[in-house]
């Protein structure tokens, strides 16, 4: 069902704007709201950030990943367990680039004979998921070519690579093919697996469809209308160059679809899990060293009213006995 | 003795989740998949909110009349306090890669013991109550609203969690259960849910300076008998010290090892290591407890009971603290103690009187580990060890989930087992160091009502132990951590009978030769060494 919903969602910020644009509404869906998402965007990530940013962060509760930094003569798992600022960076590194926690990702087994648990390792989810970001990055970086000119040297070397099978007439991009792939792929294993099903929810279906929807406008105005790219590029510029006006020459529909869409990702953003983005730089368990035993983590709310059951009081308790076992006491009976 | 299934039947666990949303399925409380309340009057003693008789098989809950505003309050004041928890409330995307990760779904199959939608429990509300979007969309948005099934859930399955943080290794985010759990606690406590096994100990260790309420003489009592038993073993009378001022180290360890089989064994071989050493050290009543059952109630509880631990190194003049054998006191140490009660610069970074070994890791809190002390002491030749007396132990070694996702403490406990005996097997790599897997009894869940979730929860960590046993006839599970020590041994009865359980510093007491000793006839726990059967006392 929220399958479902978030379908209908997607299949309305399609047909919207491609009836609107042609009803002359294209200002709003190539102009205004372009905008407006930017400015959403902008402004919700950073608020978002400096919401978390705001709370602190009490104790130093790094998850341990490997051996500790301890006697020098036992090697130490720098990376997996830092001890310092350098040894997380690095953590982060290997997170951020190549996900390296669900690189470790097991499936279990039970076998009723014996019985038996077993752990197989299960790196397809870190496959695709690993594909569908690096996807998205390349094409982001592709389509800078629409907004900067002229087009920068990294993006050409990008588009080259991205190209370099030379398939087809206009020449296919392998990212949006992969994009495609691990974008099924992640979409089949929320509806298939009955695991992920169970805890899926519409905010998670509905951003897995409407990038399935932003890669599918863009291979059909690529490789099926062949949309004018000179217009296109004169509306991007337009909007980057706070010029905006909607070019001569009349623009397919679905680029505004797919505009809209991506407007659409942009607005929702900030407000949804997309902002795991930001959120892995300050989660608590993997950006802090383990260092809160060699030197103090100060907490800001730390409570100095709370005070032990006094050793005065302990002893007044048990002092009878305790003289009568023949242990010390600071004061006599 | 509790009535549970036998193996073979526990061990027919279905995976499939159901067709209906996880927000339809009422929490069923039946025995052995909950823990008995707290009672009134331990609640009293602690100034805990409403103290009152209730049983979570009934229907009326006895909560307070405007318990909704009251859960709400907290949760919005935790937030704001801790970035951990608005961060994992906010950026989960529900991959699934924690769903299989913990022992208690493993063991059980029930779908609200994946890690996910444990902390789902607390998602929709958190969305239910403080996203207007989420309000609107409701279920579909994984929204709902707080009604006191979902307290009945909370206390359900924030009391099947045992804080292990193996989830939390797996989650491309770091999102902690552990941390949800803790705040989940915080909550229940707030309306008065929570359990005796963890408020009573509490109680105790306020009191008494233990969890198991052990008083001064009696402490005394209990050690001197295994003094006794030294004597008898060894041949050498060694006198501790106890509450002694002046001494250059204050020693910790839980008061679970002085009480009860096995632990009492590696409390033995703590007295016979520093008598060999002739080590400067006192051990004391007053702090007599190195867990620390405040972890698994409050932030504040815990600082309480922890800071005792300071406050006994001041009094008694101690130049550093040495830390026993044990689990969450280890997290606790590594992770809090510094923080809550720290800084402790009046004392020093604690140095080996022995080998003169500086251990800069406990630069900060000046409390080292005994792992840490003796591996050191074993490095640099200090120990007279004969392994051939643990000839009929076959080991293999358990990570504690505190020492090691917690702390990192791995190839401390391997080194020493390795040095003191001679036939050592590890368990399938999935199963160990980062990876382990929980005993099913941590963050105070080790009580005898909950045994069979326990034995659930339990099943990796058996399962893999049955695995060396057969594999390699493995017989003897090490392990550095005093609950491990209590329900490990039940653990292996069950999934893998013929298995017993042992600290590290057990072995070492069996191991070392000392000064003047008698011939060893039988290890610490009087059973005859290798070659050994046939002498006569």
Redesign the interface.
Known sequence: MAAFYSLLAVLALIVIPWLGAGMGMGALFGIVLPYIAIIVFMVGFVLRIVDWAKSPVPFCIPTTGGQQKSLPWIENSPWDNPSDKKGVFMRMVFEVLTFRSLFRNTSVKLQQEGPKVGYSSEKSLWLFALIFHYCFLVILIRHLRFFLAPVPWAVHVTEFFDSILQIGLPVMYQTDALILLGLFFLFARRVFDGKVRYISLMQDYFPLLLILGIALTGIWMRYVVKVDVIAVKELAMGLVTLHPHLPKEAIDPSVYAHLTLVCALFIYFPFSKLMHMGGVFLSPTRVLPNMSRRAMWVNPWNDPSIKPHSYEAYEDDFREKMIEAGLPVDKQA | MAKYPP?EEL???N????VKS?MDSKTAFKPGNFSYPGKPDILKYLGMPNPREWNPMDDDWKLPPDWQRIVMEKFREK??????????M????????C???CHFF?GGGD?KN?P??RA?LLRSIYRGEFSA?AKV?GK???ARKLEEDVIKEWFMYFYQCTEC?RC?????????TA?ITMMARELLHEVGCNINWILEPAANC????NHLGI???AY??MMDFLCDDIEEITGRRVRPN????GCEILFITPSGDIFADPGIYTYMGYLILFDYLGLDVTWS??ASEGGNFGLFTS??MM???N??MY??AK?LGAKWILGGECGHMWRV????????N??ADFMETPVSPVTG?R???????K?LHIC?FT??LI?NGKLKLDPSRNDNFVSTYHDSCNT?????????PR?ILKNVCRQFYEM?E??I???TFCCGGGAGLNNEEFTETRLRGG??RG??V??VRDRHGVNNLACICAIDRATLPPLCDYWAPGVGVSGVHELVGNALILDGEKKRTTDLRQNPLPGMEDEEE
């Not at chain 2, 995976?15 to 159901?18: G, K, L, N």
């Not at chain 2, 251990?359 to 809190?365: I, L, P, Q």
Request: proline share 7%.
């Open positions: 193996p061990i027919k666990i995976y499939t989740t159901p996880w937030l704001k306090k801790y970035r951990s928890f608005k961060i994992f906010d950026v989960c995307v529900r991959c699934g890669a769903a299989d990760k493993i779908p994946m996910v939608l789902e979007a969309l579909l948005a994984g943080r939390s290794l797996f989650c491309p985010y770091g999102i902690d941390e306020n009191r008494t300076g008083q001064p003489h005394k009592d106890v509450n002694k001022k009543t007053y932030d504040k600082k309480k009971l800071a005792k406050a006994e009094r140490i590594n992770q809090y103690m510094l923080t809550m720290g800084p070994t251990f800069d890791a406990a630069a900060g809190t409390m840490e591996a050191d490095k090691a996702r917690g702390m990192g403490l791995f190839e401390e080194y399938p999935n199963t160091r980062e990876q099943l990796p399962n893999a049955k695995y």
